[in-house]
């Protein structure tokens, strides 16, 4: 089946500070999102990407589609403590289901 | 909009019992996901609906898990005997068309 490598598998930051994570995957999707996961709750959908290049931002989030249809990134600016959670990349191929990376926790220090 | 509903939030079970899982998907929206996710695993689909009709199961981990759409308004996963390897968190997520799906807060089941 589709396998998603997301990097990294934890951040340690401190406050203030932007953040990187990306997702790469063995083949093509048509559609990636991001997801934050909260303890306790579902995961909730942040940012969707539905074409190849496509740069978009939701506040201090940003995120790519890439290029190549076989990875996407998120970048967080100016962390703030409300942001510790676990991040979840998805993508979507020609089925309808989503194929979800095993996350990257978002831990900040004071 | 109440979003995604789940019921229970939490099961405890005994291994052998059967377990019913169940979710409300979100008004006009035509695709249901029953996805669980585990440590070990993550967030795995075991299956989908469209428009209440089961699209693709393959996900389901063997014959003791199944899942029904009788309407646009209502799903269950059963589990039927439940084992202690069926611990998890169970999440029902619908969505309209081809957009984002919206997930429920889950249904943490322990089986012991």
């Known amino acids: 089946g589709q396998q998603l490598n997301q990097s990294p598998q934890s951040m340690f930051i401190q406050e203030g500070e932007d953040v990187s994570m990306n997702c790469t995957s063995s083949s093509i999707f048509n559609t990636w999102l991001w997801y934050k996961q909260d303890p306790g709750e579902g995961p909730v959908l942040l940012i969707a990407?539905?074409?190849?290049?496509e740069l978009t931002s939701n506040g201090r989030l940003t995120a790519q589609f890439g290029i190549t249809r076989k990875d996407s990134f998120l970048n967080i600016s100016a962390s703030i403590p409300s942001d510790v959670g676990i991040y979840f990349c998805a993508g979507r191929g020609g089925a309808d289901g989503l194929t979800f990376g095993k996350g990257t926790h978002l831990i900040i220090q004071p | 909009d109440a979003g995604v509903i789940q019921s229970p939030r939490h099961e405890v079970t005994e291994m052998g019992q059967e377990v019913t899982l169940r979710c409300k998907p979100i008004s006009g929206h035509d695709y249901l996901f029953w996805y669980r996710q585990t440590m070990m695993r993550g967030l795995e689909l075991l299956i989908y609906f469209n428009n209440n009709v089961p699209i693709d199961d393959s996900g389901m981990p063997e014959d003791r898990f199944s899942a029904k759409m009788p309407n646009a308004s209502f799903s269950t996963l059963k589990i039927q005997p439940s084992e202690p390897r069926d611990s998890a968190v169970y999440f029902c997520?619908?969505?309209?068309?081809?957009?984002?799906?919206?997930f429920g807060s889950g249904t943490r089941l322990t089986v012991v």
């Open positions: 997520a619908s969505r309209p068309g081809t957009l984002g799906v919206t």
């Open positions: 990407l539905y074409k190849a290049g």
